[in-house]
Every structure is written in structure tokens, then in C-alpha cells.
């Protein structure tokens, strides 16, 4: 089956290779795989790193860069007369404004993030030195599988790319599948509007992913692993890459790749994603089948995200109930991403369950008079201050009418209009949604052109409908990205309705 899609898989790499999507470009790739010219565009097509190959410097239009003053870089820039194009959020809110020059180096015009400070309490400890004994993995092996299963139970481990399921069920279901050949693949697409963790980790502490990955995969008896890892995330792939050439006397012949995206924010969903690594467009499937069941060609996976895969090496060394004491509400230490209007925005490992107060008092605090916070991206919508109290968990948030999700926590002060917060993430989820359910591809756009039309004129009534179109949109998607790309607009005019007039 791999072999068969052998050709297909090479598209991507071979349209960055050319330059991206050039003129004759589609043409001559087709010549050098066989693969028909059309469908060749048709994946071109779909990732923004190959399919705008002038875009010149890609300047960040995430929420956080948006408060941070992108709209007066941009307006330099055209005065300059530098070549640039907008583009949705790169992942870097800790240093905001940001911008991407056309080698995909960073360009920050804020300051470097902060992070936790070295503590080797922390299973992630990200302020501390990489470890590369893989003296976990080691244990693993003489632990055996069972055992190791049961820490993982018993740390209470739940998967940390969003949507919180405990990675013990995953791991065990994909190691009991009858077909012999199974994969691991780790989510590093890292792209939902204020997340910058999984980042950190590839930077700071790649051998501690690369550790977890190797157990990961020794348990669900997977030969190649796949690091599935976000295209503009250049810095992040050099460490990983690094790391995966150091670590290889210790991987016992496990082959572990490193695939790069190119550029869709879709593809974080992970059947997005196993569509991306076979060389397609990033749609995602219809669940079920899982990917533990058919995953990457068919074969049963086992997919988690970065930041899930960090934490395994400390629960093989130091024990489940040890992690499981760490949180509050909810097992473990978590990362997370603060930025907006915070003094020191940065990652941060902390108890997962502290308050947002809590949070930004080990960011050193608001900058202004806090109003808004987003709890977890930007598909959590917003919460208003009155919520400062609730638990940052996945439990407590989604209680709440939000969700924890990434865990990228961004603060507005009461200089922002609402509206206009709504609207920039709205903008985000038109731009990303891949197009493949009418509800989310026709939703999306609706709700981004009705907060659009409520600011140029003011008038309530052109919010009536905001709620029946969220109704189609949460009903008839096919994955989360349409199921909640409602959410900023909906959660501003519901906690903020002097900002829309009502
Ligand atoms: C629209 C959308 C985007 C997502 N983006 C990411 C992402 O960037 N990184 C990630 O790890 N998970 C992302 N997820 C969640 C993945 O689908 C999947 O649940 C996760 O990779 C599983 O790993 P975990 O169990 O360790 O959390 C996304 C989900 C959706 C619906
Ligand atoms: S819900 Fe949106 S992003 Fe998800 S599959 Fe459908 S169109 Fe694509």
C-alpha cells in the first residue's frame, strides 16, 4: 500500500522542491511520477506554502499579532514596497508581531517569549537541559508492556492536541490490532490561533519527544514513526531533525521520519493529517474508522500530539500516581501558551487546573484592565472576566460553554472592541476551512461577512440569523473545525453585548 501511493507522497516535497506552484511546475512533476497533472494542481492547490510561491514576507494575521500592531507592518511594508501577503496565525503569538520572510525564517518584531523556569519537578520542565540518556525508554522495555500500560492508566494521561481523550485507551487499542504492520504519528502541525507549546518542546526538549515517540512506538509494536510537523515551524525542524540523527544509536532500528506541512491549518485534524502524509489533499475522513483502527494506508495508528508524547518519559521514570498528583482538578501538569495583553506572554508548565489569574501572575501579569480571555484557540471563543475564576481544564472550561483545546490562552484588555476580536477569528476560519462540507465552507463565510457588515454599520439586525447558521454548521461538518468556527462570534455577543449594540 505504501508503496503503491509511493509516487503520490513525493508531490508535495517535489512542488517545494521546484519553488512551489510555477508555471509548468504541475507538468513536470506529473512527468517525474506519473501521477495525472490534475491531480497534481489539486493538491498544489490546497497548501499555502506551495500555492502562493511569491508571497513574499508572510506577515501573521492571528489574533494576538493583530493586538500587537500587524496592521502597521503591513502599512510599512507597502510603503517599502516589499512584497508581502497576510497569512493566518504562525504559531509565534509569544513574540508578536511576526512575520515569515520568503525563506521561511522568522521574522519577530516583539520580544522572545517566557518560559517556566528550570524545574526538574516538571515532567516537561521546559526551562531545564534536554536529557538524551533515554534512560526512560530503557526502563520501558525492562518494565514491559503491561506495566507500562498501567502507568500510563494510572497517570490519567489525556491526550493534550485538544480534545483531551486518555492516550492509555489509544495505545492499547492500537497494540491489540490483529494486522501486523502499525504506524505511530506525532502531531506537531501545531496551528490553531494561540498555541506555541508543542513548539517549545521541538525546540527546547526535542529528545524528550523523541523518547516518548520511541516508547510510543515500541509499545504499539510500529516499526516507522512519522513527526508530522508544522511548515513554518523552521527552527522547530532543525532541532527535531537534530535530535532524531543523535538519538539513533539508542532507537534499536525504529526508523523515525519527519514529514513537513505545507501550510493548512486543517491538517492538525488528525485524519487531515493522514490524508496530507499519503500525499493528498488535507480533507478530513469520516469517523469511524479510527486511525487506531485504519489509519496512515489502511493500518492501524497511533496518533498523538507533541506535548502528550513529552510527558510519557517522566510517567515511565517517576510513576502514574506521581503525574496524576501534579494536577488540580484534573491529572498532570500541563503547558500553557499566554499571550495578548499579559506583561512576560510565553509557555508555561503549571498544575493543570490553575485559574487564568494564576496564569498570568507567572506571566507577571495584565497589561491594562483585563476584559476577554480566550481559554483554548481560537475555537474556544472568549469568556469575560466574571469567568477569571474558572478552572483551566477541559472539565471546567466546557462547563463553561468554552474549551480548553490547546491550551492557548490569549488576554484582551478593554481597549478591544469585540466585534472587531470576532471578526479576526472569523476571518481565520473562512480562510482555513478546506471546503469539503457545504455547512462549514458556506458557514464560515456567512458568519465572517455578518460580523463584517455589523461593524461597518452598527445595525443589530444584521446578527439575527448567527445562531441558525452555527445550528447547520455544528449539525452538518464533518469534523470540529466547522462544529465550532462559530464560536468566537457567538461567545463575544453573548458575553459582550454592549460591544454588539444589544
Ligand atoms: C480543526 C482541528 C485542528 C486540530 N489541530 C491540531 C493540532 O494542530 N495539533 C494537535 O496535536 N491536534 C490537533 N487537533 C486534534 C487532533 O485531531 C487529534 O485529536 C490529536 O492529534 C490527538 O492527539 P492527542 O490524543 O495526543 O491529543 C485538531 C483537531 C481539529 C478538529
Ligand atoms: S467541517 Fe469544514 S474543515 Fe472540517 S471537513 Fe468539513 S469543510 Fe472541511
Known amino acids: 500500500m505504501e508503496r503503491k501511493g509511493a509516487q503520490r507522497q513525493r508531490i508535495l516535497d517535489l512542488l517545494e522542491h521546484h519553488g512551489g506552484l510555477r508555471p509548468g511546475v504541475a507538468a513536470t512533476i506529473s512527468e517525474q511520477t506519473g501521477v495525472p497533472e490534475a491531480d497534481i494542481y489539486g493538491v498544489a492547490t490546497f497548501y499555502t506554502l506551495v500555492n502562493r510561491p511569491d508571497a513574499g514576507v508572510r506577515v501573521c494575521q492571528g489574533l494576538t499579532c493583530k493586538l500587537a500592531g500587524a496592521d502597521a507592518r503591513i502599512a510599512e511594508l507597502a510603503q517599502l514596497g516589499t512584497p508581502h501577503t497576510p497569512v493566518s496565525c504562525l504559531g509565534q503569538c509569544d513574540r508578536a508581531p511576526v512575520a515569515l520572510d520568503p525563506e521561511l525564517e522568522l521574522v519577530s518584531w516583539g520580544q522572545r517569549g517566557a518560559v517556566t523556569p528550570d524545574d526538574p519537578e516538571l515532567p516537561m520542565n521546559l526551562g531545564g537541559a534536554d536529557d538524551a540518556s533515554y534512560a526512560a525508554l530503557s526502563r520501558a522495555r525492562e518494565m514491559g508492556a503491561e506495566a507500562v500500560l498501567d502507568a500510563l492508566k494510572e497517570s490519567g494521561l489525556q491526550g493534550r492536541g485538544g480534545a483531551g481523550f486518555p492516550a492509555h485507551i489509544k495505545w492499547n487499542a492500537v497494540r491489540h490490532e490483529e494486522e501486523p504492520t502499525h504506524y505511530v504519528v506525532v502531531n506537531a502541525d501545531e496551528s490553531e490561533p494561540g498555541t506555541f507549546k508543542d513548539r517549545e518542546v521541538l525546540l527546547r526538549r526535542p529528545h524528550l519527544l523523541v523518547e516518548g515517540t520511541a516508547i510510543a512506538a515500541w509499545y504499539a509494536k510500529a516499526d516507522v514513526a512519522y513527526i508530522y510537523i508544522r511548515g513554518e515551524f523552521t527552527d522547530a525542524r532543525r532541532s527535531i531533525e537534530a535530535a532524531i540523527e543523535a538519538a539513533q544509536p539508542h532507537l534499536d532500528g525504529l526508523d523515525v521520519r519527519i514529514a513537513v506541512g505545507h501550510g493548512a491549518y486543517i491538517c492538525g485534524e488528525e485524519t487531515?493529517?493522514?490524508?496530507?502524509?499519503?500525499?493528498?489533499?488535507?480533507?478530513?475522513?469520516?469517523?469511524?474508522?479510527?486511525?487506531?483502527?485504519?489509519?496512515?494506508?489502511?493500518?492501524?495508528?497511533?496518533?498523538?500530539?507533541?506535548?502528550?508524547l513529552a510527558c510519557v518519559p517522566a510517567i515511565v521514570m517517576r510513576g502514574g500516581a506521581w503525574f496524576s498528583s501534579l494536577g488540580r482538578n484534573e491529572p498532570g501538569s500541563k503547558l500553557y501558551c499566554l499571550s495578548g495583553h499579559v506583561q512576560r506572554p510565553g509557555v508555561y508548565e503549571l498544575p493543570l487546573g490553575v485559574t487564568l489569574d494564576e496564569l498570568v501572575a507567572a506571566g507577571g501579569g495584565y497589561v491594562g484592565t483585563p476584559k476577554a480571555f480566550s481559554p483554548g484557540g481560537a475555537s474556544s471563543g472568549f469568556l469575560p472576566m466574571s469567568s477569571r475564576d474558572v478552572p483551566l481544564d477541559f472539565k471546567s472550561l466546557a462547563a463553561a460553554g468554552s474549551m480548553l483545546g490547546s491550551a492557548g490562552v490569549v488576554v484582551l484588555n478593554d481597549t478591544v472592541d469585540m466585534g472587531l476580536a470576532a471578526k479576526w477569528q472569523q476571518v481565520f476560519f473562512e480562510d482555513e476551512s478546506c471546503g469539503q462540507c457545504a455547512p462549514c465552507r458556506i458557514g464560515c463565510s456567512i458568519q465572517r461577512q455578518t460580523v463584517d457588515r455589523w461593524l461597518d454599520s452598527r445595525d443589530p439586525s444584521m446578527l439575527e440569523h448567527v445562531a441558525d447558521v452555527h445550528w447547520e454548521m455544528e449539525e452538518g461538518s464533518i469534523c470540529g473545525l466547522g462544529m465550532t468556527a462559530s464560536a468566537p462570534l457567538r461567545s463575544a455577543m453573548q458575553h459582550f453585548p454592549e460591544d454588539f449594540g444589544t
Open 272 to 308: 487531515a493529517l493522514l490524508e496530507a502524509l499519503e500525499g493528498k489533499r488535507g480533507m478530513p475522513r469520516h469517523k469511524p474508522p479510527f486511525p487506531t483502527q485504519q489509519g496512515l494506508w489502511g493500518k492501524p495508528t497511533l496518533m498523538n500530539n507533541v506535548e502528550t
